[in-house]
């Protein structure tokens, strides 16, 4: 089983949540990412977002994600990913192996009812586009430029969970049931501070079911919720690097096109 965060992007150009120290622009993260900023400032909280789905459109998979995606080709093994960025999909990861806990920003949701449509335009409407230079003020858009609902009318939000909501609650069960079903060999736990629950909380859950826990991390003060155990490993480092290494006698060597480009030596490597 693995865990991802950030971090795993990292290495695509993608700013981790702490390495944006919190801000954007002259705003505040935490106050862009909650349905309350919606309700009060759609256009700010939607011109946020543009600027997200703009960097995660140009960042390309690495080859972590390429791993992961050959992992979960080869392996009876599920990936629960903290991140919106869209670049596991990118890589092909199977989609009936991931969830994406915390939704994508690719996906647009009313902020009503339950339409939801996958969506990649940048930007979503051509007003919503924003100045390059950083120091230049962000354009006073009137909410009758924001996309909307074509079902109700009401306004359409970016399908990610925000500060305070519950992630999809059939994801959260079919983790949780996958974990039922046996013994877990292993938990991969893969750039992620490991700080939100319910993503912070499978660490123990897989230890439960006997896993032994290898941690990706570029800092070796992130450790998983309950700290590191005997058996355990930590690989400090960039996770692009060190998992495709870790991973290559099991997926083969991947190159920076996700193309493998020499076989597995011991596919079945346990
Ligand atoms: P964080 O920003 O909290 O943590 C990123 C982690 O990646 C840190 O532990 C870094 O040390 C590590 N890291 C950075 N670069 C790395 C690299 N090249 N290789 C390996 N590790 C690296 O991001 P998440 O853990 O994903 O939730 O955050 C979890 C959730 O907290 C997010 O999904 C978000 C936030 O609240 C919501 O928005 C709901």
Not at 189 to 218: E, H, L, Q
Not at 258 to 267: H, Q, R, T
Request: charged letters at 25%; glycine letters at 6%; hydrophobic letters at 35%.
């Amino acid at each position: 089983m693995v865990l991802c965060g950030a971090g795993l992007s990292a290495s695509s150009g993608l700013p981790t949540f702490r390495g944006m120290g919190g801000h954007w622009r002259k705003y505040e993260v935490m106050e862009l990412a909650t349905f309350e900023a919606f309700k009060k400032n759609p256009v700010r909280v939607w011109q946020f977002y543009t600027y997200r789905r703009k960097e995660a459109l140009n960042a390309k998979p690495n080859k972590a994600h390429y791993a992961l995606a050959e992992l979960a080709r080869r392996k009876n093994c599920i990936t629960v990913s903290q991140n919106v960025d869209g670049l596991s999909p990118r890589a092909n990861h199977p989609d009936d192996k991931i969830f994406h806990i915390h939704g994508s920003l690719f996906t647009l949701r009313c902020e009503s009812c339950d339409y939801a449509e996958p969506n990649l335009d940048d930007p979503v409407k051509p007003e919503l586009a924003i100045p390059e230079d950083e120091n230049a003020p962000l354009p006073d858009l009137s909410p009758e430029a924001l996309p909307r609902c074509p079902s109700c009318e009401m306004l359409l939000r970016p399908g990610v969970v925000w500060f305070y909501e519950d992630p999809p609650q059939d994801d959260v069960k079919a983790v949780e049931d996958w974990m039922d079903l046996g013994r877990i060999d292993l938990f991969l736990v893969i750039g992620t501070s490991s700080s939100v629950d319910p993503a912070a909380k499978y660490s123990t859950m897989a230890r439960d079911k006997g896993a032994r826990v290898a941690v990706f991390n570029i800092n070796r003060d992130d450790e998983p919720v309950g700290g590191m155990r005997k058996k355990d490993w930590f690989f400090k480092g960039d996770a692009a690097v060190l998992l495709p290494e870790l991973l290559r006698s099991v997926v083969g060597e991947i190159d920076e096109d996700g193309a493998i480009v020499k076989p597995p030596s011991n596919p079945n490597n346990q």
